[in-house]
């Protein structure tokens, strides 16, 4: 079973940056199209970035242009790098395979503030 374990998370103000990192175990994470996904009180759920097995990303349209996915294959990691951060990027932090497995790690909260 593969297990997902994200961290980084934090507060920040407005305009800040942080760098999330989603550890994955297994040995076929390589091959896995990932993603990052966040939940914000009151809110579903939602996908707001992914990452081919080859590289290739897409973000949404809420964060293009501020965040960006990469992978590490010989680390078996993910990351999002969150720039120009805003309040309305509060929510709860997850990684996941495309699409998402049943279950999922814990998170990692972001939250930003003045």
């Known amino acids: 079973q593969v297990q997902l374990v994200e961290s980084g998370g934090g507060l920040v103000q407005p305009g800040g940056s942080l760098r999330l990192s989603c550890a994955v175990s297994g040995s076929r994470f390589s091959s896995y199209t990932m993603g990052w996904y966040r939940q914000a009180p009151g809110k579903q759920r939602e996908r707001v970035a992914t990452?081919?097995?080859?590289?290739?990303?897409n973000h949404a349209d809420s964060v293009k242009g501020r965040f960006a996915i990469s992978r590490d294959n010989a680390k078996n990691t993910l990351y999002l790098q969150m720039n120009s951060l805003k309040p309305d990027d509060t929510a709860v932090y997850y990684c996941?395979?495309?699409?998402?497995?049943?279950?999922w790690g814990q998170g990692t909260q972001v939250t930003v503030s003045s």
């Open positions: 990452i081919t097995a080859g590289g290739r990303t």
């Open positions: 996941n395979v495309v699409p998402a497995l049943a279950y």
